[in-house]
């Protein structure tokens, strides 16, 4: 490398001094500084820019600057140099990457500024350069850092935001956003109590806001709340608020997150209905039994036939029950009820059983009385009607109708084939559950008729007693 000329005015020990103390901080400086030529050739470099670049210093003098620029940053720099050379700008200051000497991209800090002559005229570029890869490669490092968390945020199914102190909203994911059918800019900046997810109602925006302000003191929340959503109605979401602290010890964010909770809510509240509807379904059938046990002891004269006739009533409530269990606990399809309490006594050729009707559920109370009436029809038809013999048949219709009296489901029972029929001589429990169940239970009527050509029964339900 070339020693500093001494100018020929500078003959003292103090000049020849300086100029080596000049000499000796070009070299020693902890950056990079080169003296570049008005074509971008390396006219002088110190020993950090040789090490930064990965060359020698003889080496850096058969290169310009141009070639070890990265293309991206090139017109830039080389339009920057120019302005400078032209003095349409002092210095200017540029981040670019340099090509190393094995291949690897070098981040720099790059200063320029021109030396002139005397008269102005321009003699050099003096460039400074700082090795800033390390910096660049964190920052990089942190910013794919910050769009994996940004997508991490914008893939779950919680709804976060980030607040300041005040309860303004600095950052919301997409999801939040999307379920409102909300832009970022409506909501950035706005207090969170403020928009749209809670403005279905005051007390919401009042219990968030109270919230909030116990977050900017420190303090955790967690609650239920309301939200709005694009269609105009309301989802529930489970909503935390959580005060995030700086080194100090201090509040400086909140975050809040909701996760949608409204089918469990609704499961919860199906599951009360439940039990409300199983505690009131319990007493009526225990009340049922007991009933049932005592005017059956009455109308039996020995146990043998106490313990058929009451067990046969017994097994009609457990099959109701069983139907049922098998659908939501509330509702039985009609067509199911009738097979499962008249079918076992059927001759099993397709032909016994004529059910006819258009798709009908009936509420579980229903169920349950109409369930004990077509087992009373059924044994009675097994012993004396049309499932007695060979030849009978039972037809059971249904349909919704409207009279005078208002709208009902319509139930009529019709035995053909059978023995004939003759009025009971005595009515017994059974005759008594199926003419006054239903009004008891569900507010219905009965009439029976014993024709002699086969037993016929029509039962009306309110119409409420449908699904």
Not at 300 to 321: M, N, P, V
Not at 362 to 390: D, I, P, R
Not at 437 to 450: I, K, N, R, W
Request: glycine share 8%; with cysteine; aromatic share 6%.
């Amino acid at each position: 490398m070339a020693a500093l000329a001494l100018p020929d005015n500078c003959v003292s020990t103090s000049c020849s001094d300086g100029l080596r103390a000049l000499e000796q901080t070009f070299q020693a400086a902890p950056i990079g500084i080169a003296h570049v030529g008005a074509d971008g050739s390396w006219l002088r470099v110190n020993q950090q820019v040789c090490d930064m670049l990965g060359y020698e210093a003889d080496e850096l003098m058969a290169l310009t600057f141009q070639d070890l620029t990265h293309p991206a940053d090139l017109h830039t720099d080389v339009g920057l140099a120019n302005q400078v050379l032209n003095g349409e700008i002092d210095r200017y200051r540029l981040e670019k990457r340099y090509f190393h000497k094995d291949g690897h991209i070098i981040w720099a800090n790059l200063t320029v500024a021109a030396v002139r002559d005397a008269r102005g005229r321009f003699v050099h570029f003096i460039s400074v350069l700082e090795d800033i890869s390390e910096v660049r490669q964190a920052h990089i490092a942190l910013a794919e850092t910050e769009e994996r968390l940004r997508r991490v945020l914008n893939s779950v199914v919680a709804y976060i935001a980030v607040l300041s102190t005040d309860g303004a909203i600095l950052l919301v994911n997409d999801p939040a956003l999307t379920v409102a059918g909300l832009s970022r800019e409506e909501v950035l900046g706005e207090p969170l109590w403020e928009t749209y997810w809670f403005s279905q109602s005051e007390e919401s925006k009042a219990r968030v806001r109270d919230a909030v302000t116990r977050a900017a003191l420190g303090e955790r929340s967690r609650f239920d709340v309301d939200v709005m959503v694009k269609d105009g109605t309301t989802r529930t979401i489970d909503f935390k608020l959580v005060p995030n602290h700086d080194e100090a010890g201090n509040v400086h964010e909140i975050i809040a997150s909701g996760v949608d909770v409204t089918e469990r809510k609704r499961g919860e509240e199906h599951r009360e209905m439940l039990l409300r509807e199983l505690s009131h379904r319990v007493k009526n059938t225990l009340a049922t039994v007991q009933a049932m046990a005592n005017h059956t002891m009455r109308n039996t004269g020995d146990f043998e036939r106490f313990q058929a006739a009451y067990k046969g009533r017994l097994s009609a409530i457990a099959r109701c029950h069983d139907l049922l269990v098998a659908t939501d606990h509330v509702s039985v399809d009609i067509r199911n009820l009738v097979t499962s309490q008249v079918r076992p006594y059927t001759r099993g050729d397709g032909k016994t059983l004529v059910l006819e009707g258009k798709p009908l559920v009936l509420t579980g109370e229903a169920a349950h009385a109409f369930g004990l009436v077509l087992h009373e029809l059924t044994t009675n038809a097994a012993k004396y009607g049309a499932l007695s013999n060979q030849t009978g048949q039972v037809k059971i219709a249904w349909d919704k109708v409207r009279d005078e009296t208002g709208d009902w489901v319509e139930i009529n029972w019709t035995e053909a084939g059978g023995p004939p029929v003759a009025p009971p001589a005595q009515t017994g429990f059974g005759s008594a559950l199926i003419r006054k169940s239903l009004s008891h239970a569900m507010g219905g009527s009965a009439s029976v008729s014993y024709a002699e050509t086969g037993l016929s029964a029509r039962f009306r339900l309110p119409l409420h007693a449908a699904l």
